[in-house]
């Protein structure tokens, strides 16, 4: 195994440790055991007959000589040899090649001792015999003496010689045996195949033994040259197949497994280029009818599967990521509903205010709202839709617009919330409710109404003095039940007083030990800023809230908002308390006209506006107590940038509407005509505006006009 | 306000000066009813009117209803203010304003 793993290796290393390469390896390395293990065995049986043969060869020709010489003519000789063997001096017998020596056995040779010898060396050349003579054991068992020899001028020289013998061969000889065994020998010329064969006289005597000898010289050279042959021609075949076992490999495993591993490749690089659909592996056409096309059918049935899988996240991611587009853009439009340019009133000095929304799902059910009813009064919302997320947004939204509605009109902020309570619950089949804190504040005097529907009290900073809870009467929730009545209160905001609105994200804020923040730290915070600005207070009590927390998640929306009152409002304002009657109409016009000329309003308004108190005081005059009596409160009022005048008459009298009434068709003629709704008709006309609100007992009427 | 009436055979002229309005117009109504007997050709004056309201708009219309059925009745010296009201009332269709 490859210490590195195949990534971090270089070509020649990966060229190395291929499956051609080490299937080459192995096949070699197999071959030449096997190659080793032939050639041993393969050897050794050659030599062996070789070795029998020769040993049969020497064997056969010394049997030929024994039986082919005259045992007695060489039991002759023999017996001279001996004699004159034995009658040599100690001196003499040592040295076998002297003269000396020679000359002492000259003797015994006669013509016939020449026929024999020549007879010997026919045999020994046609049995291709290196060496044939006949000779006997020195008596004193230690010597072979030489007494015929096919060659005498040979390593066994002449008669009398005598020769170290084997001494096997000896052992075997001096057994008297008939039938002497092969052997081989060696001495100092080589190996040698030494034949043995005793030569018998007339009397059955063993006369001396025939020996023949075959040099093994040759055996060994053909032995070496048979061993270099074999291991050639294995090694020619060991590498052949290693080359063909290679090809093949590489043909049916290493192919297909790089084609395999390249449409791998392909895939990743596809797959991180974002492409779903691919055939890498389905297109590969491997038949090796293998593992490995079992394993390229399962690749191709993976991609597949893959893919399948890939395009069904595909479409859930898509759908998902669609989802969450339109959250955050639900995100972002309930964010632009609320108010949330700063400062929101630059041209106003009279007040500041400063809200923040902070959702703790991409959407809130939390919501502020602040808006101009007209140009001296202020609508202040603070809510709380129950539940959280897409639902409570939904809510949210229908029932910031409705108060917003209700609110537009200018009427009291109890009337707001019970019209709203009516619709909301009119149709809501979910149960959902709302909190909502809701008051008007008159920017020229401070003036606050407010009604609370179950919101968390508000808070206010009076006169430099601390903020401090309002413990307000709190209603019953809006959507919780129709026919609710809601209370209304009012405070007046001295200049630099403040108004704290939040939701019960701020006090049940809650920190890691499961503690909730509280009002009492809210109120601590509160007054650590209790000379800021709106947003100074607002991000007070932010940084308070997020220590307190310290990073646990938020449960809840946190919403909170801050006006401060700085009064200084340019509007005037009086108001006139007469009885309700025909005769105080002038007295009605006198003082409104009194204010009008003192703003030098243009004439024609002025006409069109003591027209208006003609026919409005004069109803409330004439019907308002029918047939009782009573007092009627005319108010006026003036606003400035843009200038306008308000008139409110305000009686105690039977309820009625004058603006439902229906405006007369003024196209008939003077006999179709009907006497009435004329005058209302009329006011409508010449003024810019109208609104009627009953409230506490009162017809609160308003007329408008902008001069 | 003042009416001042003057009778030229079977015709009358009223000339008001000041406003007619719910506090003026029953005055204006129980003269007028009193000196409509014989009379075929109402001329109303408004030269003087400052403004009129619906009371007086409501006098005018029962008037204008009693001479269509006897003579004529004309209104004349009609400011802007009064007049506009005539024009939303479409009273300007009903009289005959000179």
Avoid at chain 1, 164 to 188: G, H, M, Q, R
Wanted: proline share 3%.
């Amino acid at each position: 195994m490859p210490e590195k793993s195949i990534r971090e290796m270089n070509d020649f290393e990966r060229l190395q440790n291929s499956l051609s390469a080490r299937t080459f390896h192995a096949i070699i390395i197999i071959c030449v055991v096997l190659s080793l293990a032939a050639v041993l065995f393969g050897f050794y049986l050659y030599t062996n007959s070789v070795r029998n043969q020769y040993t049969e060869k020497a064997e056969d020709a010394a049997k030929t000589i024994a039986g082919i010489v005259d045992g007695d003519e060489v039991g002759k000789y023999v017996d001279a040899v001996t004699e004159t063997y034995l009658g040599l001096s100690e001196d003499v017998r040592q040295k076998p090649d002297s003269d000396e020596y020679a000359k002492a056995f000259e003797s015994i040779a006669d013509e016939r001792f020449y026929e024999i010898t020549e007879l010997l060396k026919k045999i020994a050349d046609a049995n291709g015999l290196s060496t044939a003579y006949i000779g006997f054991l020195d008596p004193t068992g230690k010597k072979f003496i030489i007494v015929l020899n096919s060659d005498p001028s040979g390593d066994f020289k002449g008669s009398g010689h005598a020769v170290d013998v084997d001494k096997n061969v000896l052992t075997e000889i001096s057994k008297n045996l008939s039938v002497i065994p092969a052997l081989i020998s060696k001495n100092d010329n080589g190996y040698f195949s030494l034949g043995n064969a005793p030569v018998y006289d007339s009397h059955k005597n063993v006369a001396g033994y025939a020996v023949t000898g075959i040099s093994m010289q040759t055996v060994a050279d053909m032995s070496r040259s048979f061993l270099i042959q074999y291991v050639i021609v294995l090694a020619v075949v060991t590498i052949l197949m290693a080359v063909l076992m290679t090809l093949h490999l590489k043909r049916k495993l290493v192919k297909p497994v790089n084609q395999i591993a390249d449409a791998a490749q392909n895939y990743v690089k596809d797959k991180r280029a974002g492409i779903i659909s691919t055939d890498h592996f389905s297109k590969l056409n491997i038949k090796t009818g293998d593992e490995i096309e079992n394993l390229a059918l399962i690749m191709a049935d993976m991609e597949r599967d893959i893919s399948e899988i890939e395009n069904n996240l595909t479409s859930v991611t898509a759908e998902k990521e669609r989802i969450g587009t339109e959250l955050s853009l639900a995100t972002r439009i309930q964010a632009d509903m609320l108010p949330n340019i700063y400062p929101a009133f630059p041209d106003r000095s009279e007040f500041d205010i400063y809200a923040t929304m902070t959702p703790a799902k991409e959407v809130g059910g939390d919501f502020y709202d602040f808006f101009l009813v007209d140009h001296d009064t202020l609508g202040i919302v603070m809510a709380d839709v129950s539940g959280k997320g897409v639902p409570a947004a939904l809510f949210m939204m229908v029932s910031k617009i409705m108060i917003k509605n209700h609110g537009m009109n200018g009427i009291s902020p109890k009337t707001v919330l019970e019209k709203v309570n009516e619709q909301i619950c009119s149709n809501n089949r979910e149960e959902m409710f709302i909190t909502v804190w809701y008051g008007i504040l008159d920017l020229a005097t401070g003036h606050l109404r407010a009604s609370n529907a179950g919101h968390e009290y508000p808070v206010v900073m009076q006169n430099g003095n601390k903020f401090e809870l309002l413990k307000d009467k709190h209603g019953f929730v809006i959507g919780g039940m129709s026919g609710v009545k809601y209370r209304e209160y009012e405070i007046d905001l001295t200049p630099g007083s403040k108004l704290f609105l939040y939701t019960d994200g701020v006090p049940e804020a809650t920190n890691e030990k499961m503690e909730l923040y509280g009002t009492d730290r809210m109120l601590d915070a509160l007054n650590t800023a209790v000379n800021g600005s709106p947003y100074e207070v607002l991000n007070a009590v932010q940084n308070s809230v997020d220590s307190f927390v310290n990073g646990a998640p938020q449960f809840d929306d946190l919403t909170m908002l801050c006006l401060e009152f700085k009064g200084g409002g340019k509007k005037t304002m009086k108001e006139i308390t007469v009885d309700a009657s025909v005769e105080n109409i002038e007295a009605v016009t006198d003082f409104i006209n009194a204010e009008l000329e003192a703003i030098d309003c243009p004439m024609k308004a002025q006409t069109q506006i003591d027209i208006a108190i003609d026919e409005l005081f004069g109803n409330i005059a004439q019907y308002a107590y029918s047939p009782g009596k009573g007092e009627a409160t005319v108010r006026y009022e003036l606003e400035m940038d843009p200038r306008r005048v308000i008139i409110t008459f305000m009686d105690k009298g039977k309820k009625y509407n004058p603006l439902e009434k229906e405006d007369p068709d003024t196209s008939l003629s003077a006999e179709e005509r009907e006497i009435g709704g004329l005058g209302v008709f009329l006011v409508k006309k010449t003024m810019d505006d109208m609104t009627y609100e009953y409230s506490d007992g009162y017809n609160i009427l308003k007329i408008f006009k902008n001069i | 306000m003042t009416i001042t009436k003057k009778l030229d055979g079977s015709k009358l002229t009223c000339s008001l000066e000041g406003r007619l309005d719910t506090t003026t117009a029953p005055e204006f109504e129980a003269t007028l009813n009193a000196s409509l007997l014989g009379v075929d050709d109402l001329v109303l004056d408004f030269s003087n009117l400052e403004y009129i309201s619906s009371a007086g708009l409501r006098v005018l219309l029962s008037t204008q209803k009693k001479m269509n059925k006897v003579g004529k009745m004309t209104v004349t010296g009609v400011n802007e203010t009064v007049n506009e009201v005539f024009e939303v009332t479409g009273f300007s269709d009903i009289l005959t304003i000179e």
